[in-house]
T-cell receptor, first 109, second 114 residues
């Protein structure tokens, strides 16, 4: 079982819709959770971090964490074509950092 | 906020030569730096984890004698690809973090071995 699992997609949503990206992790002791965005040919950039159960909102982005279900999600409201990228879920457990393989999102104008 | 730089951003070298890539944390002191490799349309692959002043920890299947990592200070880590071959052509990305925080990625170095 992989430490972090994501649906590779591709996920396509129309412009203006809500994009929902999901991630599950295997270690219940994981403490910190992150979402990164990676455009094609570029390195990942951090867009959200979440440390406690519940929702965390930042502009059009909302991260949701459910530690009991070992589940992290990222919602992107009012999706824009510029949101088209690969989204990586990352989990920090102790000194270890684990990345999912990423979900490819395409926002259709 | 946290900025990580890499140099060079791209490099072309001949087969058999060595290439050094630098990774610097510009506005913070990084307790740990990571080196990743990414082939086209594939996910990030962690190569090694490096703590300042100690030997790097390499992931399974990564040749430590081929990919030399030096982490001489809290702001600088280097990756040297020795005796590079065409199959080493890839996108190499470093990241840096302070204990308990997120990772911040450098812009990456695209290596082409001819």
């Amino acid at each position: 079982q992989k430490e972090v699992e994501q649906n590779s997609g591709p996920l396509s949503v129309p412009e203006g819709a809500i994009a929902s990206l999901n991630c599950t992790y295997s270690d219940r002791g994981s403490q910190s959770f992150f979402w990164y965005r990676q455009y094609s040919g570029k390195s990942p950039e951090l867009i959200m971090s979440i440390y406690s159960n519940g929702d965390k909102e930042d502009g059009r982005f909302t991260a949701q964490l459910n530690k009991a279900s070992q589940y992290v999600s990222l919602l992107i409201r009012d999706s824009q074509p510029s949101d088209s990228a690969t989204y990586l879920c990352a989990v920090n457990t102790g000194n270890q950092f684990y990345f999912g393989t990423g979900t490819s999102l395409t926002v259709i104008p | 906020g946290a900025v990580v730089s890499q140099h060079p951003s791209w490099v072309i070298c001949k087969s058999g030569t060595s290439v050094k890539i630098e990774c610097r944390s510009l506005d913070f002191q990084a307790t740990t730096m990571f080196w990743y490799r990414q082939f086209p349309k594939q996910s990030l692959m962690l190569m090694a984890t490096s703590n300042e002043g100690s030997k790097a920890t390499y992931e399974q299947g990564v040749e430590k004698d081929k990919f030399l990592i030096n982490h001489a200070s809290l702001t600088l880590s280097t990756l040297t690809v020795t005796s590079a071959h065409p199959e080493d052509s890839s996108f190499y990305i470093c990241s840096a973090r302070v204990v308990g925080s997120e990772q911040y990625f450098g812009p990456g170095t695209r290596l082409t071995v001819t």
